[in-house]
C-alpha cells in the first residue's frame, strides 16, 4: 500500500531553514555524507513527489535548473513532482511537474496512482506536511536532526501533533545526525 512519508533533515531547535529559507546550515555539519549514504535506497522506494512551492523555488535556484534541467532528472528521475502552489512559477524542460493550488486531498488520488506500488515523498516544507498531517494522510515522518541551531527560521512541522498520534519506529547514528522514524496515526476527529 502507498505511504505518505516526509523525510527531511532539521536542526537541534527544529528548523528545516533558516529565515532566509537557505540551508547552508545543513551542508556545514561534518558527517553529512555518512548521514546521506542511503538516500539513493531511499529514493528507489519512491514512486512521486509533492513539494510547497518555496522549496520548489529552492530547488531550481540552487540547483540552477532552469539552465540545467538535466539536473532534475539526474535527482528525481521521471516521477510524477505535484507543487502545491498558488502562484505562477516556471517549468523545468523534461519534468514531469504540475502544479497545483488548493487542498492537499484533492491530490492524493493522483499521486498514488502516480506512485504505484511505491511511497509518495513530501519533500517539504513544514506547512505542507502539516495540512497532510491534518488530513490524516501522513504515514511517517524521518527526521535527521543536525547539530546546529538557528533560533529562528522555517519550522519542521507547524502544527501540534501528540505522542498518541507519533510512535518511534527507530533510532539511529549517521555521522553527527540522529535519525528518527515515527509512524503517524490518524487524527482523532472527536477531540474538540
Not at 178 to 185: H, I, T
Request: aromatic share 8%; hydrophobic share 40%.
Amino acid at each position: 500500500m502507498t505511504r505518505v512519508i516526509f523525510n527531511t533533515a532539521t536542526t537541534l531547535d527544529g528548523y528545516l531553514a533558516d529565515d532566509a529559507d537557505s540551508l547552508s546550515w545543513l551542508f556545514g555539519v561534518p558527517g553529512a555524507d555518512e548521514a546521506t549514504s542511503d538516500f539513493p535506497d531511499f529514493l528507489t522506494t519512491i514512486g512521486a513527489i509533492v513539494m510547497g512551492s518555496t522549496t520548489f523555488e529552492w530547488v531550481v535556484r540552487h540547483e540552477d535548473l532552469l539552465t540545467k534541467p538535466e539536473k532534475w532528472q539526474d535527482f528525481y528521475g521521471g516521477r510524477l513532482c505535484v507543487v502545491m502552489t498558488t502562484r505562477k512559477l516556471p517549468a523545468i524542460d523534461g519534468a514531469d511537474i504540475r502544479f497545483h493550488a488548493g487542498p492537499v486531498t484533492d491530490i492524493c488520488c493522483e499521486l498514488q496512482e502516480a506512485a504505484g506500488d511505491r511511497d509518495v515523498w513530501v519533500v517539504g516544507g513544514g506547512d505542507l506536511v502539516g495540512q497532510f498531517a491534518d488530513a490524516g494522510l501522513l504515514d511517517e515522518i524521518r527526521v535527521s536532526i543536525a547539530p546546529v541551531t538557528l533560533g529562528s527560521g522555517r519550522p519542521l512541522l507547524p502544527r501540534r501533533l501528540e505522542s498518541d498520534r507519533l510512535t518511534l519506529e527507530s533510532a539511529r547514528k549517521a555521522g553527527q545526525f540522529a535519525e528518527l522514524v515515527y509512524s503517524v496515526g490518524r487524527p482523532d476527529r472527536s477531540r474538540g
